[in-house]
Protein backbone atom coordinates (compact mmCIF):
# COMPACT_ATOMS: atom_id res chain seq x y z
CA UNK A 1 0.00 0.00 0.00
CA UNK A 2 2.82 2.59 0.68
CA UNK A 3 1.65 3.27 3.81
CA UNK A 4 4.02 3.43 7.00
CA UNK A 5 1.78 3.16 9.93
CA UNK A 6 4.61 2.74 12.32
CA UNK A 7 7.88 3.99 12.01
CA UNK A 8 11.03 3.46 14.44
CA UNK A 9 14.06 4.47 14.68
CA UNK A 10 16.82 3.81 17.33
CA UNK A 11 19.85 5.96 17.49
CA UNK A 12 23.09 4.44 18.92
CA UNK A 13 26.38 5.50 19.16
CA UNK A 14 28.16 8.74 17.96
CA UNK A 15 29.64 8.08 15.08
CA UNK A 16 32.01 9.93 12.30
CA UNK A 17 30.55 11.60 9.30
CA UNK A 18 32.56 13.86 7.43
CA UNK A 19 35.04 14.44 10.16
CA UNK A 20 31.71 15.74 11.82
CA UNK A 21 30.71 13.77 15.14
CA UNK A 22 27.02 13.42 15.00
CA UNK A 23 25.78 12.39 18.20
CA UNK A 24 21.76 10.74 18.18
CA UNK A 25 21.09 8.78 21.08
CA UNK A 26 18.25 6.63 22.19
CA UNK A 27 16.47 8.56 19.48
CA UNK A 28 12.75 6.52 19.51
CA UNK A 29 9.68 7.79 17.90
CA UNK A 30 6.78 6.59 15.73
CA UNK A 31 4.76 8.34 13.06
CA UNK A 32 1.31 7.56 12.59
CA UNK A 33 -0.24 7.87 9.38
CA UNK A 34 -1.83 11.32 7.81
CA UNK A 35 0.70 13.08 10.98
CA UNK A 36 3.09 15.40 11.34
CA UNK A 37 6.01 15.17 13.23
CA UNK A 38 8.30 17.80 14.39
CA UNK A 39 11.61 17.62 15.42
CA UNK A 40 13.40 21.17 16.60
CA UNK A 41 16.34 22.14 18.07
CA UNK A 42 19.46 24.58 17.58
CA UNK A 43 21.39 24.09 14.82
CA UNK A 44 24.21 20.79 15.61
CA UNK A 45 21.50 19.02 18.20
CA UNK A 46 21.24 16.14 15.50
CA UNK A 47 17.77 16.21 13.88
CA UNK A 48 19.58 16.25 10.41
CA UNK A 49 21.16 12.94 11.56
CA UNK A 50 17.84 11.74 12.29
CA UNK A 51 16.49 12.47 9.43
CA UNK A 52 19.44 11.19 7.27
CA UNK A 53 19.53 7.99 9.00
CA UNK A 54 15.89 7.10 8.42
CA UNK A 55 16.35 8.00 4.79
CA UNK A 56 19.35 5.97 5.11
CA UNK A 57 21.81 9.07 3.18
CA UNK A 58 23.52 7.98 6.52
CA UNK A 59 24.60 4.35 6.66
CA UNK A 60 23.80 4.49 11.00
CA UNK A 61 26.19 2.53 12.54
CA UNK A 62 24.85 1.13 15.89
CA UNK A 63 21.56 2.15 16.03
CA UNK A 64 18.43 0.24 14.54
CA UNK A 65 16.07 1.71 11.93
CA UNK A 66 12.93 -0.03 11.71
CA UNK A 67 9.85 1.06 9.35
CA UNK A 68 6.80 -0.84 8.40
CA UNK A 69 7.78 -3.59 11.19
CA UNK A 70 10.93 -4.10 9.12
CA UNK A 71 14.81 -3.74 9.84
CA UNK A 72 16.08 -1.63 7.45
CA UNK A 73 19.49 -0.14 8.97
CA UNK A 74 21.72 -3.07 7.09
CA UNK A 75 19.85 -2.36 3.92
CA UNK A 76 22.03 -1.90 0.73
CA UNK A 77 20.84 0.41 -2.45
CA UNK A 78 18.88 -2.43 -4.03
CA UNK A 79 17.17 -3.22 -0.49
CA UNK A 80 16.14 0.18 0.17
CA UNK A 81 14.39 0.83 -3.51
CA UNK A 82 11.19 -1.04 -2.19
CA UNK A 83 11.40 1.31 1.58
CA UNK A 84 12.04 4.25 -0.76
CA UNK A 85 8.74 3.74 -2.15
CA UNK A 86 7.31 4.09 1.48
CA UNK A 87 9.18 7.57 2.10
CA UNK A 88 10.79 10.28 0.37
CA UNK A 89 12.97 13.41 1.24
CA UNK A 90 12.99 16.36 0.56
CA UNK A 91 15.72 19.18 1.48
CA UNK A 92 16.17 22.79 2.65
CA UNK A 93 17.97 23.74 -0.84
CA UNK A 94 16.05 22.64 -3.19
CA UNK A 95 19.52 23.70 -6.04
CA UNK A 96 21.61 21.67 -4.23
CA UNK A 97 19.47 18.76 -4.21
CA UNK A 98 18.12 18.75 -7.89
CA UNK A 99 20.97 17.64 -10.43
CA UNK A 100 21.24 20.94 -12.44
CA UNK A 101 21.77 19.40 -16.13
CA UNK A 102 18.38 16.82 -15.59
CA UNK A 103 15.59 18.28 -16.83
CA UNK A 104 12.28 18.98 -14.45
CA UNK A 105 10.20 16.63 -16.35
CA UNK A 106 12.99 13.76 -15.75
CA UNK A 107 13.98 15.24 -12.16
CA UNK A 108 10.16 14.11 -11.34
CA UNK A 109 9.96 11.07 -12.96
CA UNK A 110 13.19 9.89 -11.90
CA UNK A 111 12.06 8.33 -8.44
CA UNK A 112 8.81 6.54 -10.12
CA UNK A 113 11.15 5.15 -13.33
CA UNK A 114 13.70 3.18 -10.37
CA UNK A 115 10.88 1.92 -9.15
CA UNK A 116 8.91 0.55 -12.03
CA UNK A 117 12.28 -0.45 -14.17
CA UNK A 118 12.88 -2.47 -10.32
CA UNK A 119 9.54 -4.65 -10.61
CA UNK A 120 10.25 -5.08 -14.05
CA UNK A 121 7.24 -2.88 -15.34
CA UNK A 122 7.24 -2.31 -19.32
CA UNK A 123 7.38 1.83 -20.53
CA UNK A 124 8.55 2.53 -17.44
CA UNK A 125 10.59 6.12 -19.19
CA UNK A 126 6.88 6.87 -20.59
CA UNK A 127 5.08 6.35 -17.85
CA UNK A 128 6.94 8.11 -15.15
CA UNK A 129 7.43 11.16 -17.44
CA UNK A 130 3.51 11.23 -17.86
CA UNK A 131 2.86 11.18 -13.94
CA UNK A 132 5.79 13.93 -13.45
CA UNK A 133 3.60 16.42 -15.23
CA UNK A 134 0.05 15.46 -13.51
CA UNK A 135 2.49 16.36 -10.49
CA UNK A 136 3.94 19.53 -11.61
CA UNK A 137 0.42 20.40 -12.21
CA UNK A 138 -0.74 19.12 -8.82
CA UNK A 139 2.43 21.87 -6.70
CA UNK A 140 1.44 24.72 -9.10
CA UNK A 141 3.64 24.08 -12.20
CA UNK A 142 2.84 23.34 -15.45
CA UNK A 143 3.41 21.64 -18.86
CA UNK A 144 5.71 24.40 -20.24
CA UNK A 145 8.19 23.99 -16.69
CA UNK A 146 8.56 20.25 -17.79
CA UNK A 147 11.75 20.56 -20.22
CA UNK A 148 13.33 23.05 -18.02
CA UNK A 149 16.44 23.02 -16.20
CA UNK A 150 16.29 23.23 -12.41
CA UNK A 151 18.53 27.00 -12.76
CA UNK A 152 15.20 28.58 -14.48
CA UNK A 153 13.29 28.26 -11.35
CA UNK A 154 12.95 30.45 -8.18
CA UNK A 155 13.66 28.77 -4.90
CA UNK A 156 10.19 28.77 -3.99
CA UNK A 157 9.33 26.72 -7.59
CA UNK A 158 12.44 24.69 -6.98
CA UNK A 159 10.79 23.75 -3.58
CA UNK A 160 7.81 22.44 -5.69
CA UNK A 161 10.10 20.52 -8.23
CA UNK A 162 11.39 18.69 -4.89
CA UNK A 163 7.95 17.67 -3.17
CA UNK A 164 6.64 17.08 -6.93
CA UNK A 165 9.80 14.21 -7.22
CA UNK A 166 9.07 12.77 -3.66
CA UNK A 167 5.58 12.38 -4.78
CA UNK A 168 5.97 10.70 -7.56
CA UNK A 169 6.37 6.95 -5.66
CA UNK A 170 3.24 7.89 -3.75
CA UNK A 171 4.71 7.80 -0.55
CA UNK A 172 3.06 7.21 2.89
CA UNK A 173 5.52 9.38 4.73
CA UNK A 174 7.92 12.34 3.51
CA UNK A 175 11.17 13.58 5.78
CA UNK A 176 11.11 16.83 5.17
CA UNK A 177 14.72 18.38 6.35
CA UNK A 178 14.54 22.37 6.98
CA UNK A 179 12.47 22.52 3.70
CA UNK A 180 11.35 26.43 3.76
CA UNK A 181 13.87 27.95 5.80
CA UNK A 182 16.07 28.91 2.60
CA UNK A 183 12.99 31.08 1.41
CA UNK A 184 11.49 34.05 1.76
CA UNK A 185 8.72 34.09 4.72
CA UNK A 186 5.94 35.06 1.88
CA UNK A 187 7.02 32.22 -0.18
CA UNK A 188 7.37 29.77 3.36
CA UNK A 189 3.57 30.22 4.01
CA UNK A 190 3.10 28.78 0.04
CA UNK A 191 5.11 25.87 0.36
CA UNK A 192 3.67 25.24 3.82
CA UNK A 193 0.16 25.51 2.63
CA UNK A 194 1.25 23.19 -0.64
CA UNK A 195 2.38 20.49 1.90
CA UNK A 196 -0.50 20.57 4.53
CA UNK A 197 -3.18 20.16 1.33
CA UNK A 198 -1.22 17.13 0.26
CA UNK A 199 -1.18 15.50 3.23
CA UNK A 200 -5.11 15.88 3.40
CA UNK A 201 -5.02 14.66 -0.31
CA UNK A 202 -2.87 11.86 -0.35
CA UNK A 203 -2.69 10.97 3.46
CA UNK A 204 0.70 11.96 3.67
CA UNK A 205 3.03 11.70 7.45
CA UNK A 206 5.31 14.08 7.65
CA UNK A 207 8.83 14.10 9.74
CA UNK A 208 9.53 17.33 9.36
CA UNK A 209 12.77 19.00 10.76
CA UNK A 210 12.90 22.42 11.67
CA UNK A 211 14.60 24.93 14.06
CA UNK A 212 12.02 28.02 13.80
CA UNK A 213 9.02 26.90 16.12
CA UNK A 214 7.11 29.32 14.67
CA UNK A 215 6.89 27.45 11.44
CA UNK A 216 6.51 23.70 13.49
CA UNK A 217 3.63 25.82 15.45
CA UNK A 218 2.02 26.02 12.07
CA UNK A 219 2.29 22.86 10.99
CA UNK A 220 2.85 20.12 13.38
CA UNK A 221 0.89 17.77 15.18
CA UNK A 222 3.57 16.80 17.69
CA UNK A 223 7.07 18.05 18.30
CA UNK A 224 9.85 16.38 19.42
CA UNK A 225 12.80 18.88 20.85
CA UNK A 226 16.33 17.64 20.34
CA UNK A 227 19.60 18.24 22.50
CA UNK A 228 22.58 17.28 21.69
CA UNK A 229 21.89 14.07 19.80
CA UNK A 230 19.22 13.55 22.46
CA UNK A 231 15.48 13.73 22.59
CA UNK A 232 14.77 15.68 25.68
CA UNK A 233 10.71 16.14 25.00
CA UNK A 234 8.26 14.98 23.17
CA UNK A 235 4.33 16.61 22.97
CA UNK A 236 1.59 16.91 21.12
CA UNK A 237 1.73 20.71 19.47
CA UNK A 238 -0.30 22.65 21.96
CA UNK A 239 0.80 20.80 24.98
CA UNK A 240 4.35 21.62 24.07
CA UNK A 241 3.43 25.08 23.61
CA UNK A 242 1.19 25.77 26.61
CA UNK A 243 3.08 23.43 29.36
CA UNK A 244 6.45 22.55 28.20
CA UNK A 245 8.32 20.69 30.81
CA UNK A 246 11.72 20.50 30.07
CA UNK A 247 14.20 23.20 30.67
CA UNK A 248 15.73 23.54 27.54
CA UNK A 249 12.07 23.25 25.73
CA UNK A 250 11.11 26.52 28.05
CA UNK A 251 14.15 27.99 27.00
CA UNK A 252 13.76 27.36 23.43
CA UNK A 253 10.25 28.66 23.90
CA UNK A 254 11.41 31.97 25.74
CA UNK A 255 14.04 32.68 23.49
CA UNK A 256 11.46 32.41 20.31
CA UNK A 257 10.75 35.60 18.86
CA UNK A 258 7.95 35.32 16.42
CA UNK A 259 5.81 33.79 19.79
CA UNK A 260 3.38 35.99 21.49
CA UNK A 261 5.00 37.12 24.51
CA UNK A 262 1.58 36.70 26.15
CA UNK A 263 1.23 32.97 24.86
CA UNK A 264 4.78 32.03 26.67
CA UNK A 265 4.32 29.71 29.58
CA UNK A 266 7.25 30.95 31.02
CA UNK A 267 10.48 33.07 30.47
CA UNK A 268 13.66 31.59 30.89
CA UNK A 269 17.20 33.21 29.00
CA UNK A 270 19.78 30.55 28.14
CA UNK A 271 23.48 30.59 28.86
CA UNK A 272 26.38 29.38 28.16
CA UNK A 273 27.61 27.30 24.67
CA UNK A 274 26.38 24.34 23.54
CA UNK A 275 29.24 22.01 24.23
CA UNK A 276 31.27 19.73 21.39
CA UNK A 277 29.58 16.46 21.01
CA UNK A 278 32.96 15.28 20.80
CA UNK A 279 32.84 15.91 24.44
CA UNK A 280 29.36 15.15 26.31
CA UNK A 281 28.76 16.37 29.59
CA UNK A 282 28.53 13.24 32.18
CA UNK A 283 25.12 12.61 33.03
CA UNK A 284 22.28 15.45 31.69
CA UNK A 285 23.19 16.28 28.37
CA UNK A 286 21.77 20.04 29.10
CA UNK A 287 23.59 20.35 32.61
CA UNK A 288 26.20 22.40 31.35
CA UNK A 289 23.25 25.61 30.75
CA UNK A 290 20.83 24.32 32.78
CA UNK A 291 19.34 26.34 35.59
CA UNK A 292 17.50 23.77 37.56
CA UNK A 293 20.92 21.42 37.39
CA UNK A 294 21.55 19.87 41.00
CA UNK A 295 23.90 16.93 41.88
CA UNK A 296 21.89 14.27 40.18
CA UNK A 297 22.15 15.51 37.08
CA UNK A 298 26.39 15.10 36.72
CA UNK A 299 25.62 11.56 37.96
CA UNK A 300 22.58 10.06 35.40
CA UNK A 301 21.23 10.73 32.51
CA UNK A 302 17.98 10.94 32.51
CA UNK A 303 15.69 8.72 30.41
CA UNK A 304 12.29 9.74 28.42
CA UNK A 305 9.69 9.26 30.78
CA UNK A 306 5.65 9.56 29.92
CA UNK A 307 4.18 12.35 32.15
CA UNK A 308 0.54 11.93 30.47
CA UNK A 309 -1.01 13.54 28.00
CA UNK A 310 1.14 12.14 25.38
CA UNK A 311 3.99 14.17 26.89
CA UNK A 312 7.61 12.50 27.49
CA UNK A 313 10.38 14.24 29.38
CA UNK A 314 13.78 13.49 29.85
CA UNK A 315 14.58 15.35 33.03
CA UNK A 316 15.10 14.59 36.67
CA UNK A 317 13.24 17.67 37.80
CA UNK A 318 9.45 15.12 36.41
CA UNK A 319 10.62 12.58 39.88
CA UNK A 320 11.77 16.08 42.06
CA UNK A 321 8.97 18.61 41.35
CA UNK A 322 10.33 20.35 44.24
CA UNK A 323 12.85 21.62 42.78
CA UNK A 324 11.44 22.54 39.82
CA UNK A 325 11.99 26.88 40.00
CA UNK A 326 14.70 28.56 38.90
FE1 LIG B 1 18.35 20.30 34.17
FE2 LIG B 1 18.90 18.15 35.63
FE3 LIG B 1 16.67 18.26 34.19
FE4 LIG B 1 19.02 18.00 33.02
S1 LIG B 1 18.06 16.52 34.38
S2 LIG B 1 17.39 19.33 32.39
S3 LIG B 1 20.30 19.28 34.30
S4 LIG B 1 17.22 19.55 35.95
MG1 LIG C 1 20.41 20.53 9.69
Known amino acids: SGIIDRLTFKGGRPRLVDSVVHAVNGVSFSIAKGEVLALVG ?18 PSGGRIRIDGEEVGGYGHRQMLPVRAKMQMIFQDPFASLNPRQKVRDIVAEPLREQLEARGEGNAKARAREAALALLERVGLNAEH ?14 RIGIARALSVNPGLIIADEPVSALDVSIQAQILNLMMDLRDEFGLAYLFISHDLSVVNHIADRIGVMYLGFLVETAPRDRLFSAPRHPYTRALLSAAPTIDPADKAVEMELEGEVPSALALPSGCCFRTRCPFAFDRC ?29
Open 298 to 326: TAERPRLQDVGDGQSVACHLVDEPERDRP
Open 146 to 159: ATRYPHQFSGGQRQ
Open 42 to 59: ESGCGKSTVAKSIARIYT
